[in-house]
């Protein structure tokens, strides 16, 4: 995988994280974290995208180019 291929992953990973306010973390229900998942700005896949979904989400990553 190319640095640039690398990097942009690492971009997509982050986009689905985002940090709660100071108000946010003092509320119980967030248990002292300071990120969580940023469900509003989520992404659906489909029912045959499974594989797809998890290379955005950074769980595998396609070898098939032999790199």
């Known amino acids: 995988m190319s640095k640039e291929a690398v990097q942009e992953q690492e971009e997509s990973i982050r986009k689905m994280v985002r940090e709660l306010s100071e108000e946010e973390q003092k509320d119980e229900k967030y248990k002292g974290h300071d990120k969580m998942l940023d469900v509003d700005n989520s992404k659906t896949f489909g029912q045959y995208e499974f594989l797809e979904c998890c290379q ?4 595998v990553k396609d070898i098939s180019n032999g790199s």
């Open 56 to 59: 955005k989400m950074g769980i």
